[in-house]
């Protein structure tokens, strides 16, 4: 069965610094994989997606994550965090072509 | 481009009281269409899916059911609320025959009282 694991709950960061937001997967065939963001009390809105093409996916808002299989990860990153990057973010995988498997989320601050 | 409604957005109901969600999409034909939960300080829970008009599969045995009267057309209703079912619902589409990537409504807030 295809699930996700994201290891942080709550990320702190400076405005202006890195941020990481970890995610391990587990599947039986090579997933897709995605990362959502969602505002409080807003609905999911797509950042990136990887489709077994190339392994470092960019996508909207300056992020990007890396596909690894041999560590059976998608962590996503952004090189300078922004006052508007605080969020809940969640690391997703694909069953099929009906059925998503959403990690528990990672809540992001954002410090001035 | 497609679009998504979902509504009311906010909803407050008593205990035993009928519940019907709407989400319409527009822009395409034949989507996947999908409801799911999102209890406070936890993840989504797929609650039902539907691949076509009349077809719907549920995820989670519970207090809710859902239609699909029309092909963009989407229902989430109960009967009677339980206390539990408070939360923030989303309703969201895939294109057919489906990526994986999902475009999601704004959400309705449901209290339960």
């Known amino acids: 069965a295809q699930s996700v694991t994201q290891l942080d709950s709550h990320v702190s960061v400076s405005e202006g610094t890195p941020v990481l937001l970890r995610c391990n997967y587990s599947?039986?065939?090579?997933?897709?994989l995605f990362w959502y963001v969602q505002h409080p009390n807003k609905g999911l809105q797509l950042l990136l997606k990887y489709t077994s093409a190339a392994t470092l996916v960019k996508g909207i808002n300056g992020f990007e994550a890396e596909f690894k299989k041999s560590e059976t990860s998608f962590h996503l990153t952004k090189p300078s965090a922004h006052m508007s990057d605080a969020a809940e973010y969640f690391c997703?995988?694909?069953?099929?072509?009906?059925?998503?498997?959403f990690g528990a989320g990672t809540t992001v601050t954002v410090r001035a | 481009s497609q679009t998504i409604h979902q509504w009311p957005a906010t909803l407050v109901q008593p205990v035993g009281s009928p519940l019907s969600l709407e989400c319409t999409v527009e822009?395409?034909?034949?989507?996947?269409l999908y409801w799911y939960r999102q209890a406070a300080g936890r993840g989504l829970q797929l609650l039902f899916y539907s691949v076509g008009i009349g077809q719907i599969s549920s995820e989670v045995p519970q207090n809710l059911s859902a239609s699909r009267p029309q092909d963009r057309q989407f229902i989430l209703s109960s009967k009677k609320l339980l206390l539990s079912d408070s939360g923030f619902y989303l309703c969201?589409?895939?294109?057919?025959?489906?990526?994986?990537?999902?475009?999601f409504g704004e959400g309705s807030r449901l209290t339960v009282l």
């Open positions: 997703v995988v694909s069953h099929n072509d009906y059925k998503l498997s």
């Open positions: 822009g395409t034909s034949n989507p996947n």
């Open positions: 599947s039986s065939y090579s997933p897709s």
């Open positions: 969201a589409w895939s294109p057919p025959p489906g990526t994986g990537e999902l475009f």
